[in-house]
């Protein structure tokens, strides 16, 4: 039988420790934030639904970003046991230069419109976590203000060829006379994908007030406040404004892009040139044959041609074709940090996160980047902890099964999955 008292007052005082309450709102939401997902929970409560789904959304049906999500999910780790793990070195050497993570900020277009502090923030905080920042071609925010905010740290430029290839010369030109160390040359976008979510929500560049933005943003004025109330939302780098992001893309860049261009992008380029959107095994192994140094697995995190190849799926047959001494990256649907392990355990060098970013620029400006990186490397730490890894090195393909979901049926069209 149970042996009850009467409660000892001083026990209870010693139970009852509250904690002070946090008054500045915004750290107080960040702090709340444990997850990527939590991040994207706070944006979409804080920010207009248009700007919201330029960022969230993808292609058509948006089975691209699907698949590459659920591919990552679709992971099965295999830890090693008795290997004390006590401190981690997530720290790499990329592209001739360091990370002190296996992941950089890709390039974003129209950053300011999610939120008013824009690629500033990004800059900033990859600086302060000792990561590469990467500037998009459409990005808000100049390159010279990108190198003011990010003085000593490693910053990228995203190239797109135009129609006027005048006009891609001299971006990277002035990239170069900046400092910048590595041209992402983007591949991927011949001509704008069809972003469904964007073309019902009237969404463009630069927002329109309607009936129904007005109404959307009575819940919402720090955003507007923020967006009336700072310089005008234009592209920092290009003279083209006004239209849809279909209609400004269709408009500025040009199909007939060929290799040919990049004979004279890298003859311009005094840096380390990677090629952004490869999808398949043939091409990686043409472009090392061409002497670039490295390039990106990406579908344009899904917002080109949706049914795209999956990345994440695709980087163990990349890594088999080129061997190891070629720099593979690869972006797409990466949401947590175990991705980034998952996805280094079989064959990449580097990871971008990019919706992972704007998260957390839409939930708290500079600060909600901060949280982004900070939640990933926790979450980066722990699993290499929990799988008895010191180091990035010591992570193989061992390590990681991919769990078959969607298999591709035999024969002809097996090979065609990687070709």
């Known amino acids: 039988m149970v042996q009850r008292q009467m409660p000892n007052p001083a026990e209870l005082l010693e139970l009852m420790k509250f904690k002070k309450p946090e008054l500045n709102g915004r750290k107080r939401r960040l702090d709340a934030a444990l997850t990527i997902n939590d991040l994207r929970t706070i944006a979409k409560r804080r920010t207009p639904k248009a700007a919201f789904d330029y960022t969230d959304g993808a292609a058509e049906g948006e089975l691209s970003l699907a698949r590459a999500r659920q591919a ?58 000792g990561i590469p920042f990467t500037l ?160 990106v697995l990406s579908n344009h995190g899904g917002r080109q041609l949706d049914r795209a190849p999956i990345p994440f799926r695709l980087l163990p047959h990349v890594r088999k074709a080129v061997g190891d001494d070629f720099t593979v990256m690869v972006d797409t649907g990466i949401m947590n940090g175990a991705d980034i392990v998952a996805s280094v355990a079989l064959g990449a060098d580097f990871t971008l996160i990019g919706r992972a970013y704007l998260y957390g620029l839409m939930a708290g400006g500079r600060e909600g980047v901060d949280r982004t990186i900070a939640i990933l490397r926790t979450e980066i730490e722990r699993t290499m902890r929990l799988l008895g890894v010191s180091s990035l090195a010591e992570l193989e393909p061992g390590h990681v099964t991919q769990l078959a979901r969607l298999v591709p049926v035999a024969g002809a069209a097996s090979e065609a999955a990687v070709r």
């Open 72 to 129: 990552f999910e679709d992971v099965e780790f295999h830890p090693g046991i008795l290997r004390p793990a006590p401190t981690v070195d997530t720290s790499v050497e990329i592209l001739g230069g360091p990370s002190a993570l296996p992941f950089g900020i890709a390039p974003t277009g129209f950053t300011r419109l999610m939120q008013t502090e824009g690629e500033t923030a990004g800059a900033g905080a990859a600086a302060a976590a």
């Open 136 to 295: 998009s071609t459409l990005g808000t925010t100049s390159i010279e203000d990108v190198k003011a905010a990010n003085p000593h740290g490693r910053n990228w430029f995203q190239l797109y060829v135009m129609r006027d290839r005048d006009i891609s010369y001299e971006l990277a030109r002035r990239a170069a006379a900046s400092g910048f160390d590595t041209l992402q040359f983007t591949v991927d976008t011949p001509v704008a994908g069809a972003r469904l979510r964007d073309k019902r929500n009237g969404f463009s560049i630069p927002p329109q007030l309607t009936l129904g933005t007005i109404i959307n943003a009575i819940p919402r004025p720090w955003w507007w406040y923020d967006f009336l109330t700072t310089p005008k939302l234009e592209f920092a780098s290009l003279s083209t404004t006004g239209g849809t992001v279909g209609e400004l893309l269709d408009a500025a860049m040009d199909p007939t892009i060929s290799y040919d261009d990049l004979a004279v992008i890298r003859d311009i380029w005094p840096g380390k040139i990677v090629i952004k959107g490869v999808q398949n095994v043939e091409d990686s192994v043409r472009l090392k044959d061409a002497g670039v140094d490295g390039i």
